[in-house]
């Protein structure tokens, strides 16, 4: 196993795909950051027809030269792409769809004819569709090397004018900015990057090493730089997988492999991402469905047991009050109910303290319960806050009507003396919105 991993030819294998990868993540991301990530496909299924015409034309089977026949094919793909959706008013999806079909089907037939004839020189034209990685020399490691490194200067060196086009396309023109040539650019390396990635992973699925990496990435991040590194990452991270486990298995391709790999990351990120993982967002619901229950259970000692929370009450009152329909919302208040038992917000009425803490005594043959001086605090602070919030959302409905914006405050934050007097000032400023608008 280690002798596989060592063998030189492995390692000329990943290093060219490790640098494809990263490349295309980098790439990759400002194609999806600028909502263009099927031109990749168009581009990459028109990459075919290129490779076949540039064996027919010259006969050599080399890399450099294939790939510079699928850098005149993945252009004219795009071009075709323009003129159909600019002279037949088709649709994206739809005009995307017709030159991916088109494009392909030329590509197929023409490796197809080229394979049925047996030209000299043509064996493994076809692995130009998953990708060809066991073929790779020193040589054309270098050059996919050096094609990736000068990708990724590209998006550097252009990263803040890629950026505010990607994200306000007509900002960018209102300020002079050439945003169609910036947009002509960002194609072309996308399409670069699409040629350069057709040996690691094929015309097929050299789109998913460009796609897949970035849309990983961004469930990590909401900065564009730490967004452009990990997609980098995660490419990179999925060439070596898939060289590994090609060099182990060797009857897999590489292609593939590595789009999976790629794939299981992006899987672990949907889940696992701190911010956007789906995982986080059931905890964060979670969280925010027993503060909820909660604030319900205190809501209803303080009806039951008075505003000044000493009235006894009992359990299965409060609870009962406070579950909501099904059984769900009945588990969340029970485990409510006894989260403010174990902080000591609700006490047992006539409760000693002793050295083994707090003692339940019935009372009239029931045990009642109290909320204690942290509870009642508790239980005043939100309703105090309910009422505040509910200003600010008045205040904002009549700023609405007066044509004026609002910035909503956190609803953590709604307490804040700060926060108080800033929606105290806009209220007064809706006021007299709304007074000389009626006037006028």
Known sequence: MIATWL?????????GVAAVGFAAGVVGSLAVLRKRPLVGDAAAHATLAGVA???????????ATLLAGGLVSAPAGLIALVLVRRYTKTRDDAATAIVIGVSFGIGIALVAGITARAMPGSAGLEQFLLGHTAALTARDATLLAAASLLAVVVVVVALKEAVVVAFDADF??????PVGLID??????????????????????????????????????????T????????????????????????????????????????????????????????????????????????????DV??????GGFAEATITGRAGGDGHRAERRVRRAWEGLVR???VVPVGHERDAAGLMRLPVGGRDLWTLSAAGLAEACNRRLRIAAWHQV????????????????????????????????????????????????
């Open 7 to 15: 063998a030189y030819n492995t390692l000329v294998v990943l290093a």
């Open 184 to 225: 002509v650019a960002l194609v072309t390396l996308v399409a670069v990057m699409v040629v350069v990635g057709l040996p690691a992973a094929g015309a097929v699925l050299v789109t998913a090493l460009v796609v897949i990496p970035p849309v990983a990435a961004r469930q990590w991040t909401q900065r564009v730089g």
């Open 305 to 310: 047991g008075g505003d000044d929370g000493r």
């Open 53 to 63: 015409i540039a064996f027919l034309l010259t006969g050599r089977r080399d890399l």
């Open 227 to 302: 967004m452009l590194l990990l997609a980098g990452v995660f490419g990179l991270t999925a060439a070596v997988v898939g060289v590994a486990t090609s060099s182990l298995r060797p009857g897999l391709a590489t292609g593939p492999l590595v789009v999976l790999a790629a794939a299981a990351i992006c899987v672990v990120s949907f889940l696992a991402a701190p911010e956007r993982g789906w995982l986080t967002r059931r905890r964060q619901a979670g969280r925010l469905a027993g503060l909820w229950a909660r604030g319900r259970v205190l809501e209803e000692c303080l």
């Open 393 to 440: 959302l008045d205040v904002a409905a009549e700023a609405g009507r007066a044509g004026l914006s609002l910035d909503l405050p956190d609803p953590a934050d709604v307490l804040d003396p700060a926060t108080l007097a800033r929606v105290g000032s806009l209220a007064n400023h809706a006021g007299d919105g709304a007074t000389s608008g009626a006037g006028t």
């Open 172 to 177: 960018a023109a209102a300020t002079g900015w």
């Open 343 to 345: 902080d000591a917000a």
